[in-house]
């Protein structure tokens, strides 16, 4: 089961003159054991099973695929049609 970081503006950087916000995108994050293929619902937990000596799992095992959501920009000036 995938497990989200949600989105946040870091800060503001310049650009041509003007300030713009520098953007951290929201991910969704599978981590994967590919040995068992349990999936793991955090870092913390994918962590603690390489640590457990009852399993084993190494820290090669574990698979990270995000998904990355980029938010939609307005480059340039004008309006947005809206489609109507």
Known sequence: MPF??????VDQIEVDG???PRYRCETEVTLTNTQTKK??????????????PNTATKE???RRDV????PKMV????TLNNGS
């Open 39 to 52: 999936e793991y619902m955090s870092d913390k937990e994918a962590e603690d099973d390489v640590k457990d």
């Open 75 to 78: 480059i340039g000036s004008g």
């Open 18 to 20: 003007k300030l713009v």
């Open 60 to 62: 090669e095992h574990i």
């Open 4 to 9: 989200k970081e949600s989105g946040t503006v």
């Open 67 to 70: 998904k990355v959501t980029v």
